[in-house]
């Protein structure tokens, strides 16, 4: 068997370079689906979302492999270095631009962008790939560009010659699958973790990418890029930190929103987090994001007192629960 390379060799981060400029013409080499590649809603996979060859965020369903919806394209020389998903509809970028601009985000429903909070935003600029799983379980790619998870080959397949520029992207949040750069032109291939069902989403891209599955969070983890999943991880309660007990919240506006906060565990791959009414047994809100944060709308919620609760999740695992916090609303609403 050929030498291995051990995975920290491999750990390296993603320089902020300067690249082409990003011109009218957005063509994404996308690899159709059995479908034909039409733009499809998200499927049990989830959804990848990928810095292409034109440096747009492009979003590829995972299941089928079909677009998502047009790629977004940021005001930016450069183009996209950088992407991390928060949650199902929106996503943290980074820019050429961003060490005067810091991360911005975007909200794919709308296309509009925003520079996000310091409180908010990843902690880190450099995400390099994250070798080990959800499941703390690791990979190693020799030189030949052959990948190995347990001393089983899973990519290439035998039919397909290895290639020396193969790298890891980022293992799924479930950590079921593997998507892989697999050439120079960093072609992006999902495979299963044993070697299965090996297939190329993209023809080209910059070999940068995220992915989000609605259960499990996202991949890789902006927040938590040099976590290694350990036993301590699915036991981690997250603290809740805001909004603090018994501080009454009044809705200033059609768009107030109830701001909730909670410190991270190691490991997780994203949070789960529900406001329930006083009384009530099912959640007046449910939100799985990647980060610490979440914003659900006043005007979404019932007035009086509320409860909240969070929780982390390792890939599809979830850990303990939180003790619930009160949350007091102002009955009166003001438009």
């Not at 270095?81 to 975007?106: F, N, R």
């Not at 009044?250 to 006083?278: I, M, N, Q």
Request: a negative charge.
């Amino acid at each position: 068997m050929t030498t291995r390379r051990w995975p920290l060799a491999l750990f390296f981060a993603i320089v902020l370079a300067v690249l082409p400029a990003c011109g009218a013409d957005r063509n994404v080499e996308v690899v159709p689906s059995s479908g034909g590649g039409a733009p499809a809603a998200s499927g049990g996979l989830g959804t990848i979302a990928f810095i292409d060859a034109n440096g747009c965020i492009s979003r590829i369903d995972a299941q089928s492999g079909g677009l998502v919806a047009a790629p977004f394209c940021a005001p930016s020389r450069a183009g996209v270095q950088l992407v991390s998903w928060l949650d199902a509809g929106t996503a943290a970028y980074a820019t050429a631009e961003s060490k005067a601009l810091g991360w911005q985000v975007v909200d794919f429903a709308t296309g509009s962008s925003k520079r996000m909070e310091m409180a908010e935003a990843p902690r880190v600029f450099l995400i390099p790939p994250q070798f080990y799983s959800p499941r703390g379980e690791g990979l190693e790619i020799d030189e030949a560009g052959i990948v190995y998870r347990d001393d089983v080959r899973i990519f290439p397949p035998e039919s397909k010659s290895p290639d020396p520029a193969t790298r890891l992207v980022t293992w799924s949040p479930d950590a079921d699958w593997v998507l892989l750069s697999a050439s120079t032109n960093k072609d992006l291939w999902i495979v299963g973790r044993s070697g299965e069902n090996p297939r190329q989403l993209a023809a080209k891209s910059r070999g940068v990418a995220s992915w989000f599955m609605p259960a499990s969070g996202a991949m890789p983890h902006a927040d938590l890029t040099c976590s290694v999943t350990t036993a301590a991880s699915y036991s981690c309660m997250p603290a809740l930190r805001t909004p603090l007990d018994n501080v009454l919240i009044r809705a200033t506006g059609a768009a107030a929103t109830l701001d909730l906060s909670w410190s991270a565990c190691p490991g997780a791959t994203g949070y789960e987090v529900e406001v329930y009414a006083a009384g009530s047994d099912s959640p007046a809100f449910r939100q799985v994001t990647a980060g610490t944060f979440s914003h659900p709308p006043l005007s979404s919620l019932p007035a009086g007192e509320l409860r909240w609760r969070g929780r982390a999740l390792i890939g599809p695992t979830p850990a303990p629960w939180a003790a619930e916090r009160p949350v007091p609303i102002a009955e009166a609403r003001e438009g």
